[in-house]
């Protein structure tokens, strides 16, 4: 008898949990989405979320506001979303570095738990320089930072972002030895690298390309293992060092135990932004490519990544302080 209590126990939870699910899912949204980005404004993540932002809003019919939380490698604005009510109105836009954070920092938070909602879209880094720096080419500053250990000055979005990690392989794949510098985030990097203070710095190609083209700053390569449309005379970093490809991606997570009828809605509001031509047109400009994967696909190559970088971090222990 009392275990059929406890199943009709079971069974009721279920049931409960089940139908306040659907009606979260029916109810929403009826209030402000806040989209946390955890890196300072300028930077790539920062320029994908506030062109979707403005489509989100147009589509759910509310208010959708970025709200900048940078600092410690994405983790204060990463656990901000962690702690919040899984309602679907405080979701985190991340980038990959959220998958190696686990292995380089002990965190407040389960990364594992996040729920994925949707990879949005992915990018090479693009290595720039400052037009000071004393080469002006990728094959140049190879040269130079052989003849001259850690002469060359490097900034990073932070320690253990992919701007970090990338430099990390080059600096091994291509046996050179520079300085890195990390910042909080690529917007406070390339505003260093502007100014001159820092040689080069790995950056997404939405931040630099505008600078690029002014003669600000002067690129390298690119980060992957071919060139890409918007910079077709840029080589890639491949091209000098065989099997170098590392590409950054752009998606959103909601708070562990997010309904899926929710999670269902942000995801369709999305993908149909991603389809819209001057959306395409804008990314691709910029160097982005939509990908648009589903909750369960994002899910699959999340963990799949979180994966390598752990085995990568303990065959290649990274120092981050």
């Known amino acids: 008898m009392r275990k059929i209590f406890a199943m009709m126990a079971v069974y009721a939870v279920t049931t409960l949990t089940a139908a306040l699910a659907v009606a979260a899912g029916t ?64 979701i985190l836009m991340a980038n990959g570095a959220i998958t190696s954070n686990p292995w380089l920092y002990k965190l407040p938070y389960d990364t594992a738990k996040l729920t994925p909602v949707i990879l949005l879209a992915t990018a090479p880094q ?11 080419t990728f094959k140049e500053m190879l040269a130079y930072a052989k003849a001259n250990p850690n002469k060359v000055t490097v900034a990073t979005a932070g320690a253990g972002q ?42 997404t190609a939405p931040g630099l390309i505008p600078h690029i083209k002014s003669g600000k700053l002067v690129a390298l390569a690119t980060s992957g293992a071919t060139r890409i449309p918007a910079l077709p ?15 950054n991606w752009f998606g959103i ?57 752990q085995k990568f971090v303990q065959d290649n222990p990274l120092k981050v302080d």
Do not use: C
């Open 126 to 136: 693009l290595l720039a320089a400052h037009p000071s720096a004393p080469f002006k």
């Open 253 to 309: 997570f909601a708070p562990p135990q997010t309904p899926e009828p929710i999670v269902d809605k942000i995801y369709q509001s999305l993908n149909r932004a991603l389809a819209q031509p001057d959306i395409v047109s804008t990314l691709a400009r910029d160097g982005f490519e939509p990908k648009a994967l589903s909750p369960e696909k994002f899910g699959q190559r999340f963990h799949s990544e979180m994966n390598y970088w």
């Open 233 to 247: 005379s840029v080589p890639a970093i491949g091209e000098s060092l065989p099997g170098y490809d590392i590409v």
């Open 162 to 203: 992919l701007s970090h990690l990338a430099t990390e392989i080059m600096e091994k794949d291509a046996k050179i030895q520079v300085t890195k510098v990390h910042y909080k985030g690529s917007g406070n990097a390339l505003a260093d690298l502007l100014g001159g203070h820092i040689n080069m710095s790995f950056g």
């Open 27 to 90: 109810d929403y949204p009826n209030k402000t989405i806040r989209i946390v980005v955890p890196f300072a404004p300028g930077g790539g993540s920062d320029t994908i979320t506030r062109l979707l932002a403005q489509k989100m809003a147009a589509d759910l019919g509310v208010s959708v506001i970025v709200d900048n939380k940078p600092g410690a490698s994405s983790i204060i604005g990463t656990d901000t979303v962690f702690k919040s009510a899984p309602d679907g109105y405080t």
